[in-house]
């Protein structure tokens, strides 16, 4: 995920129509003209009249920046049931802007009850994508994983992954051979997925010593994951940073200096052999960097936290 310069305006341009939301969110503005999903880059192929529309993360496809995220509402009809139906209705959808700020394209996702788009990453000339979705009226989640092609064409997708529950991708690499490397939770504890360059999954595996994953680091080796174990309703937990290999086997662990709350957010390779990991704003609104490099066995050489402040 790269969220530098471009990223206010990337999503500015995608949902520069809608009207700012107190919680960060945008909903799309009412209309009488009919939605008309397509590849248009319009915003009805985003958003119905009335939407919740969130922005999750963004990747980069040659020249194009691709958003992903979510849109839809709560059904709060009157004469619903709320025991057997909560009224939840969101599809998943992307974005893609080119250089000069100018939509190329729009795609939904919307063949479920409720479906989620939470990270996404570059993928050959296109991106893949991860989140989760539900079918029924149950609030029991199932991940999914997809690829698009650079014109925002599905190329696959996996879907009704891991257990029905607290189940979903949040964190989504890929490699040069077109593999993918996936993490989230599975029923509430870790969870790392392996997905094939032709979209059959290779294996799935818990990660023990983490409750939940943020982000993924693939290598041509295996992987390197951020997560965070110990969280409580008042506390934010350790993060930790967990390598794997070919076959999901964890190989080394290192825990984050403590360097108050919060949670790593992102995670990037360096040129020299190191990582940078991000690390999510406190409760005062800073943010931070954590650098490591460390050997191929996983021995700490250098660690260095780069305090954020409020405003970065």
Same mark, same amino acid.
């Given at each position: 995920?790269?969220?530098?310069?471009?990223?206010?305006?990337?999503?500015?341009?995608?949902?520069?129509?809608?009207?700012?939301?107190?919680?960060?969110?945008?909903?799309?503005?009412?209309? %009488? %003209?009919?939605?008309?999903?397509?590849? %248009?880059?319009?915003?009805?192929?985003?958003?119905?009249?009335?939407?919740?529309?969130?922005?999750?993360?963004?990747?980069?496809?040659?020249?194009?920046?691709?958003?992903?995220?979510?849109?839809?509402?709560?059904?709060?009809?009157?004469?619903?049931?709320?025991?057997?139906?909560?009224?939840?209705?969101?599809?998943?959808?992307?974005?893609?802007?080119?250089?000069?700020?100018?939509?190329?394209?729009?795609?939904?996702?919307?063949?479920?009850?409720?479906?989620?788009?939470?990270?996404?990453?570059?993928?050959?000339?296109?991106?893949?994508?991860?989140?989760?979705?539900?079918?029924?009226?149950?609030?029991?989640?199932?991940?999914?994983?997809?690829?698009?092609?650079?014109?925002?064409?599905?190329?696959?997708?996996?879907?009704?992954?891991?257990?029905?529950?607290?189940?979903?991708?949040?964190?989504?690499?890929?490699?040069?051979?077109?593999?993918?490397?996936?993490?989230?939770?599975?029923?509430?504890?870790?969870?790392?997925?392996?997905?094939?360059?032709?979209?059959?999954?290779?294996?799935?595996?818990?990660?023990?010593?983490?409750?939940?994953?943020?982000?993924?680091?693939?290598?041509? %080796?295996?992987?390197?994951?951020?997560?965070?174990?110990?969280?409580?309703?008042?506390?934010?937990?350790?993060?930790?940073?967990?390598?794997?290999?070919?076959?999901?086997?964890?190989?080394?662990?290192?825990?984050?200096?403590?360097?108050?709350?919060?949670?790593?957010?992102?995670?990037?390779?360096?040129?020299?052999?190191?990582?940078?990991?991000?690390?999510?704003?406190?409760?005062?609104?800073?943010?931070?960097?954590?650098?490591?490099?460390?050997?191929?066995?996983?021995?700490?050489?250098?660690?260095?936290?780069?305090?954020?402040?409020?405003?970065?």
């Amino acid at each position: 995920m790269r969220r530098g310069t471009w990223w206010p305006l990337v999503v500015g341009v995608a949902l520069a129509a809608c009207n700012s939301r107190p919680n960060g969110a945008m909903t799309a503005p009412t209309s %009488s %003209s009919a939605s008309t999903p397509g590849s %248009s880059g319009a915003l009805q192929d985003i958003a119905d009249a009335g939407d919740h529309v969130t922005a999750d993360a963004v990747a980069w496809a040659g020249a194009l920046a691709i958003v992903a995220g979510s849109a839809g509402h709560i059904d709060e009809t009157p004469t619903r049931d709320p025991i057997r139906n909560d009224g939840a209705r969101y599809h998943a959808w992307l974005r893609a802007v080119d250089a000069h700020g100018a939509a190329r394209w729009s795609r939904r996702i919307d063949d479920a009850r409720e479906i989620h788009a939470r990270a996404i990453a570059t993928l050959g000339d296109g991106v893949v994508v991860a989140g989760e979705q539900r079918t029924g009226n149950v609030r029991a989640y199932t991940a999914w994983v997809a690829s698009l092609d650079g014109e925002g064409r599905e190329r696959w997708r996996l879907a009704a992954l891991g257990d029905p529950g607290i189940t979903g991708l949040q964190a989504v690499a890929s490699r040069g051979d077109g593999s993918v490397l996936a993490g989230g939770a599975n029923g509430g504890a870790a969870w790392l997925v392996a997905v094939d360059p032709h979209g059959a999954l290779r294996w799935s595996h818990a990660v023990a010593g983490l409750d939940e994953i943020k982000a993924v680091l693939a290598t041509p %080796s295996g992987g390197v994951v951020a997560g965070i174990t110990g969280r409580t309703t008042t506390h934010d937990g350790r993060s930790q940073l967990i390598a794997v290999d070919a076959t999901g086997a964890p190989r080394w662990t290192i825990e984050v200096p403590e360097h108050g709350p919060g949670e790593l957010a992102a995670i990037a390779a360096l040129g020299d052999g190191g990582v940078a990991v991000g690390h999510a704003p406190d409760e005062h609104g800073r943010d931070s960097a954590w650098l490591v490099r460390f050997t191929v066995d996983g021995k700490l050489r250098t660690s260095e936290v780069i305090p954020g402040t409020a405003s970065s």
